[in-house]
């Protein structure tokens, strides 16, 4: 059974085990196959106008499907470990256990944004930053440098507020849930303000090089759920069909094959919250 908690809450062990699965994934190369996977994705999503796993209703389920096969990864190393989440309404400070030495290691250094500290610290031996879109070997980060603070407790109530979860044109910007979880208004709000708030990686299309980027994912897609269960009546994912350019329900989702966005509706097959 697979139960992700919150990351506030996991113990010393707890957190051991789950980065010393993350390095394992990564020693025997499979973490970078999921980082060139989200940046070819993000490239697509880019460059085509067809949107699957940003920009468009399939954010959610995209993700959802991308973390439950890295988390997978993980429970091949050390079935013990599950992906937990971030909430970054509240533990939203430099300063939070998250970011601690014993976890996923602090901020950059003023330099270069490289991260010193930690596991992740590339000079620890074990974090090359192999695939990327520039010459960075290291992990950066630069917390709180581009935009000081992460997204209220406010916003996230007003998101799952909205009874719709997604509209036309469903893109970037489109009424309803998804959008506004997303970052309706553009990379300084809600999911890509975390990204930002980040800095160095995260704000990139290689992000899934920070291990934060599985714990922020986390988190979003428990507020999927969380939105879910306040709006039992609403439509789970929309558009049901016939939309050009678009995921809808019961087409598959790029790269998987039979992978659809009704195919992730229900989490629990796959975990639960803790
Ligand atoms: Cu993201």
Same mark, same amino acid.
């Given at each position: !059974?697979?139960?992700?908690? &919150?990351?506030?809450?996991?113990?010393?062990?707890?957190?051991?085990?789950?980065?010393?699965?993350?390095?394992?994934?990564?020693?025997?190369?499979?973490?970078?196959?999921?980082?060139?996977?989200? /940046?070819?994705?993000?490239?697509?999503? !880019?460059?085509?106008?067809?949107?699957?796993?940003?920009?468009?209703?399939?954010?959610?389920?995209? *993700?959802?499907?991308?973390?439950?096969?890295?988390?997978?990864?993980?429970?091949?190393?050390?079935?013990?470990?599950?992906?937990?989440? %971030?909430?970054?309404?509240?533990? &939203?400070?430099?300063?939070?256990?998250? %970011?601690? $030495?014993?976890?996923?290691?602090?901020?950059?250094?003023?330099?270069?944004?490289?991260?010193?500290?930690? =596991?992740?610290? *590339?000079?620890?031996?074990?974090? #090359?930053?192999?695939?990327?879109?520039?010459? /960075?070997?290291?992990?950066? /980060?630069?917390?709180?440098?581009?935009? $000081?603070?992460?997204?209220?407790?406010?916003?996230?109530?007003?998101?799952?507020? @909205?009874?719709?979860?997604?509209?036309?044109?469903? /893109?970037?910007?489109?009424?309803?849930?998804?959008?506004?979880?997303?970052?309706?208004?553009?990379?300084?709000?809600? *999911?890509?303000?975390? *990204?930002? %708030?980040?800095?160095?990686? @995260?704000?990139?299309?290689?992000?899934? &090089?920070?291990?934060?980027?599985?714990?922020?994912?986390?988190?979003?897609?428990?507020?999927?759920?969380?939105?879910?269960?306040?709006?039992? #009546?609403?439509?789970?994912?929309?558009?049901?069909?016939?939309?050009?350019?678009?995921?809808?329900?019961?087409? #598959?989702?790029? =790269?998987?094959? &039979?992978?659809? $966005?009704?195919? !992730?509706?229900?989490?629990?097959?796959?975990? #639960?919250?803790?």
């Amino acid at each position: !059974m697979t139960v992700r908690k &919150n990351q506030a809450s996991l113990t010393a062990p707890e957190k051991k085990a789950f980065v010393d699965a993350v390095l394992e994934v990564k020693r025997i190369g499979v973490y970078d196959e999921f980082v060139l996977a989200h /940046r070819t994705r993000f490239s697509i999503d !880019m460059n085509t106008g067809v949107y699957v796993g940003h920009f468009g209703p399939s954010f959610l389920p995209w *993700h959802r499907k991308f973390l439950i096969d890295f988390e997978n990864e993980l429970r091949k190393i050390d079935p013990s470990v599950s992906i937990p989440y %971030w909430d970054w309404t509240a533990d &939203n400070t430099v300063g939070s256990s998250l %970011w601690a $030495p014993d976890f996923l290691g602090g901020t950059g250094r003023p330099l270069d944004d490289q991260v010193m500290d930690g =596991p992740f610290a *590339h000079s620890g031996g074990k974090w #090359t930053i192999n695939v990327s879109v520039d010459s /960075r070997a290291f992990l950066a /980060r630069n917390l709180a440098y581009r935009v $000081p603070t992460l997204p209220p407790r406010s916003d996230v109530d007003a998101a799952l507020a @909205m009874p719709t979860y997604d509209s036309p044109p469903f /893109r970037d910007g489109s009424a309803g849930f998804r959008s506004a979880l997303e970052g309706s208004a553009g990379y300084m709000s809600m *999911h890509n303000r975390v *990204h930002t %708030w980040v800095w160095g990686h @995260m704000e990139t299309s290689v992000s899934p &090089n920070d291990p934060v980027f599985w714990l922020h994912h986390a988190f979003v897609d428990k507020l999927w759920a969380d939105w879910h269960a306040l709006h039992p #009546t609403s439509a789970e994912y929309l558009p049901a069909g016939g939309t050009a350019d678009v995921i809808d329900l019961n087409d #598959t989702m790029p =790269p998987w094959p &039979n992978t659809t $966005p009704q195919s !992730m509706l229900d989490h629990t097959p796959f975990y #639960t919250y803790a």
